[in-house]
């Protein structure tokens, strides 16, 4: 299953791998502008810091913070894979939300669970071309899981 690794989500067509820093300085110019869907990673292996404040952007006067107690519930132990998105244009949709997580005031609240982690910064963004996102983010978050029994941990439904 390609939930596991890097290397695996590579063997299931998966393409960029940059981290969120670098995406964000660069304004998300190697993503592309197609229809797909998208994955955020955390190769990191040890347990997830996470912070007591979200530093991702409110909305109309919405706190973006999630309770502490519901991200250790929902961390997933050994999948790399936090989050998959789907988007008509990835990197107008990928841009949209690295800068909500970076602090603008976005009404995309989708995985906003990322920005709590403290190595948000450091997590990589990877993306597959698509031309039925809706159909393949939807088969990717079934068979996610399939694997681990629950969905993935930016997920927060089907």
């Not at 990928?94 to 450091?122: E, H």
């Not at 993306?127 to 393949?136: T, V």
Request: charged share 30%; aromatic share 14%.
């Amino acid at each position: 299953m390609p939930f596991s690794s890097k290397e695996s989500l590579r063997r299931y067509v998966f393409r960029g791998f940059f981290k969120v820093s670098d995406l964000y300085k660069s304004n998300c110019t190697d993503v592309p502008q197609r229809q797909g869907v998208y994955a955020v990673l955390r190769e990191n292996p040890t347990e997830p810091e996470f912070l007591p404040v979200s530093p991702a952007g409110w909305f109309k006067g919405q706190d973006p913070t999630v309770p502490m107690d519901i991200l250790h519930e929902k961390w997933v132990p050994d999948a790399k894979v936090l989050y998959i998105g789907k988007s008509v244009d990835l990197r107008k949709r990928v841009r949209m939300y690295i800068r909500f997580g970076y602090g603008a005031p976005i009404a995309k609240w989708g995985g906003r669970y990322i920005w709590q982690l403290a190595d948000s910064r450091d997590l990589l963004i990877c993306w597959k071309e698509d031309s039925d996102s809706a159909a393949e983010e939807t088969r990717l978050i079934r068979r996610f899981e399939q694997q681990y029994r629950k969905l993935p941990f930016a997920n927060l439904r089907r």
